[in-house]
């Protein structure tokens, strides 16, 4: 309680909100996940040295979270805290003609908007995703045969040691949902994009485009963490769930959508076992009757990836 007490001292000293106890399923897409310690609204650089200090100092379990759109979490929640990269952190900063920075928390749509003002494009594949630019880097998010590698030119981080770092984009290792920060222990705080001139007309007519695409082959209208499984080398997850006759599958709420067979869905109220089993389901049928591993596209918090603070 002294902790708790110290740390909620700490938050209004920096401006921040926290909530103690805060249900995670109000903050992740899916709609599912038990309640954390405490939920920290950050609001900038110095909040967030201060609360990982304070976390590492009092041997806190601690991870960073922005629209939580690829992340599942416990029913029975965690001890933990939640570094919340969100609105209070969502500053975007024009450098150059080609050139902007925004904070983590900034939504991709909004980063797609910005660049579609300035008529820049490069971003356009992005613009449907829900999540955060930060948590679109930390897993190389991507759609439509785009991903952020293609327009990320550096970021900043925090070390080890708390102290900010900037890291070119030819040094993050990205390739197919990874990058450097998936294995470090590192919060990124700003990502700066850089994209080639472009025509408005254009641009917004392939943003609505894609956009149309979504909505009509992705169900959208129920929540959802985005695609469940990565694609395997030559070929398709949801493909092959189809081909296995999976569409519709369910455990409790948790279901194989119909609408597109890549996506697991919480079509009521589905807690997280009912997806783990689902998807072992699927991933056990798949590599039965194909041949091909399903491997995870979803963050599943416990107690490891909340120490190593990994999830977005």
Do not use: W
């Not at 089993?277 to 963050?299: N, P, R, S």
Request: charged share 20%.
């Amino acid at each position: 309680m002294k902790k708790q007490e110290e740390l909620a001292a700490l938050c209004q000293q920096c401006g921040c909100t926290m909530l103690v106890q805060e249900p995670l399923r109000y903050h992740t897409t899916f709609r599912i996940g038990g309640a954390c310690s405490a939920y920290i609204k950050i609001n900038s650089i110095a909040a967030v040295q201060q609360v990982l200090q304070f976390c590492k100092e009092n041997q806190l379990l601690y991870t960073v979270l922005g629209k939580g759109s690829n992340v599942l979490v416990p029913d029975t929640g965690y001890d933990g805290i939640v570094i919340k990269m969100g609105v209070d952190f969502s500053a975007i900063t024009q450098i150059d003609d080609r050139t902007f920075c925004c904070q983590a928390g900034t939504m991709l749509s909004r980063a797609a908007l910005f660049a579609l003002d300035a008529s820049l494009t490069g971003m356009e594949c992005l613009y449907g995703i829900p999540g955060t630019i930060g948590g679109a880097l930390f897993m190389n998010a991507g759609a439509y045969g785009g991903d952020m590698s293609d327009v990320v030119k550096e970021a900043t981080y925090l070390d080890e040691n708390g102290t900010l770092q900037t890291i070119a984009a030819a040094d993050m290792q990205l390739s197919y949902r990874h990058s450097f920060f998936m294995a470090k222990h590192n919060p990124i705080v700003s990502v700066t994009v850089q994209l080639q001139p472009g025509k408005y007309g254009a641009i917004k007519t392939e943003m609505e485009t894609l956009m149309n695409r979504r909505r009509a082959k992705q169900p959208l209208e129920l929540p959802s963490a985005g695609s469940t499984f990565k694609r395997p080398v030559g070929s398709y997850a949801s493909m092959l769930i189809d081909q296995c006759g999976l569409k519709g599958a369910s455990v409790g709420d948790a279901q194989v959508s119909f609408k597109h067979a890549g996506f697991v869905v919480n079509t009521g109220k589905a807690t997280c076992q009912d997806v783990l089993e689902l998807c072992a389901y699927v991933q056990e049928t798949v590599q039965e009757k194909t041949g091909y591993h399903l491997a995870d596209d979803i963050e599943r918090i416990n107690r490891k990836f909340l120490a190593d603070g990994k999830n977005y």
